[in-house]
C-alpha cells in the first residue's frame, strides 16, 4: 500500500465531517509531510556520512600488486621474527626487571657468557636483515627499527665492559648494571611494542590490486 492508497481511505473517513474533515486532512498531510521530509534529510545526512568514511578509507589505502603485497608480508615477518629474538636476548642478558642467576660464580659466568653470545649473535642477524632491506621500509619505520637495534648494541656495550681491560674499576663494579642500563631493557621492549603497533597500522593499509 502506497501513501496514495493510504490518502484515499482518510478522505472516505473524514469527508463526511465537512469543512473540520478538511482541516484534519490538512493537518495530518501537513504532518506527514514534514515528518517525510526530516526522514528524507536523515538519510541523505547518513548517506552523504557514509560516501565521506568510504571516501576517506580510499585515501589511506595504498594499493599494490599482489606479488609486492606478499613480499611485503615477508619482508616484515621475518624483521619481527628477528627483532624479538634480539629483544629477548638483550632484554634477558640485561634484564627489565627481576632476574635469577646461578649461585655458583663459574656456572653464573657460564650462563652469562652464554646470554651475551645469544645477544650478539641475535642483533647481528637483525641488523643484516634491517640493512639488506632498507629500500623498502618506509622511512618512518625504518627510524624506528634503527633506534631499537642501536639500544640494543648499547645494551652489548654495557655488558662487555666487564672485558675492557682499559676501564678502571674493580671486577665487581664492571658487572654491575646501572639503573639506566635496566631502563634501557625497558625501554627497548616499550619501543619494540610501539613499532608492532605502527607496522600494524601500516600493513592495514596495504589492498591488493585486482
Known sequence: MDWNDVWKIVLCAVGGAGGIGAI?????KFSSDMIAD???????????????????????KIYITKAKFDAEFALYRDLTSKFFDMVKAVTTMIPAGYAEYPADKA??????????????????????????????????????YEEILGLSRGQLGVFELRWNVGYLATEEEKKKF?????????????KLSNLNKDLRTYLSKLDVLE
Open 24 to 28: 484534519i486532512v490538512g493537518a495530518v
Open 38 to 60: 526530516r526522514l528524507s534529510q536523515k538519510y541523505e545526512a547518513k548517506l552523504q556520512k557514509d560516501l565521506e568514511h568510504y571516501k576517506a578509507n580510499l585515501d589511506n
Open 107 to 144: 656456572d653464573r659466568e657460564k650462563y652469562e657468557d652464554e646470554l651475551y653470545n645469544r645477544a650478539r649473535k641475535t642483533t647481528v642477524e637483525a641488523q643484516d636483515t634491517l640493512n639488506a632491506n632498507i629500500p623498502f621500509i618506509p622511512e618512518t619505520l625504518y627510524e624506528k
Open 178 to 190: 646501572s639503573h639506566e642500563d635496566y631502563q634501557r631493557s625497558r625501554d627497548i621492549l616499550t
